[in-house]
């Protein structure tokens, strides 16, 4: 069935590194890729997203990549501070079961240490 | 402030209860979702709803029912036929759901999550 794999599940970086985050989605119709930061005990909030006709998006010390012929999409933060730490959720909008809806990755959490 | 509020923050259930968690939007939305999201895992699509009067099931409704009598509001029943309740449950609101057209995605609306209820069954 569609799913988004995504890796890795937890990731640790001292302050000032850079971070990725990889994903890779199973229906090759899909052309939407929004990125969500979800702190601690709050919803998540979206922090980039990407659309099929381009292949990179950046947006101050955020960017991110969709290679549409392997199916994945990987979300990258430069210069990381502390208040980066969060768990971060890709998703992939699929059309499936007869209804349009986001499928989510099963979440990156994200320590930055000072 | 536009958003969504979810309420309460907190809630507890014992067994055999069933609980209503609310949602509502003022961001004048047309679609309305709710997620059920626990440790390790994405967020699960319970149910969702294109427009007033209207809900379909997603991935994992059983236990759980819905209405959708306001545009600005979305409540979730937890029923106690839902044998593992205890989660964190997330609405979201979007302008509209976006159509098929031509064999391919059409134009897609951002979601806008709520703070979320924690739900915990004694």
């Known amino acids: 069935g569609e799913n988004v794999e995504q890796h890795p599940s937890t990731l640790s970086v001292q302050e000032g590194d850079s971070a990725v985050i990889k994903c890779t989605y199973s229906d090759s119709a899909s052309n939407y890729f929004p990125w969500y930061k979800q702190e601690l005990g709050k919803g998540p909030q979206l922090i980039i997203d990407i659309r099929s006709n381009v292949g990179e998006k950046k947006d101050q010390r955020i960017a991110v990549t969709l290679n549409k012929t392997a199916k994945h999409f990987s979300l990258h933060i430069t210069e990381t501070q502390p208040e980066d730490s969060a768990v971060y959720f890709c998703?992939?909008?699929?059309?499936?079961?007869?209804?349009?809806?986001?499928?989510f990755g099963a979440g990156t959490r994200l320590a930055v240490h000072p | 402030d536009g958003g969504i509020t979810q309420s309460p923050k907190y809630l507890f259930r014992k067994e055999g209860q069933n609980v209503t968690l609310s949602c509502e939007q003022n961001?004048?939305?047309?679609?309305m979702y709710w997620y059920r999201q626990d440790p390790g895992q994405g967020l699960r699509l319970i149910y969702y709803?294109?427009?007033?009067?209207?809900?379909q099931k997603g991935d994992i409704a059983e236990g759980y029912s819905v209405s959708r009598e306001k545009k600005e509001s979305f409540p979730l029943t937890v029923t106690s036929a839902q044998k593992n309740p205890t989660a964190f449950y997330l609405c979201?609101?979007?302008?509209?759901?976006?159509?098929?057209?031509?064999?391919?995605?059409?134009?897609?609306?951002?979601?806008?999550f709520g703070p979320g209820t924690r739900l915990t069954v004694l």
């Open positions: 961001l004048n939305h047309d679609a």
């Open positions: 998703a992939a909008f699929m059309f499936s079961g007869g209804y349009n809806k986001l499928i």
């Open positions: 979201a609101s979007s302008m509209g759901p976006a159509g098929l057209a031509g064999g391919y995605l059409s134009s897609y609306h951002e979601q806008f």
């Open positions: 709803s294109q427009i007033v009067n209207d809900f």
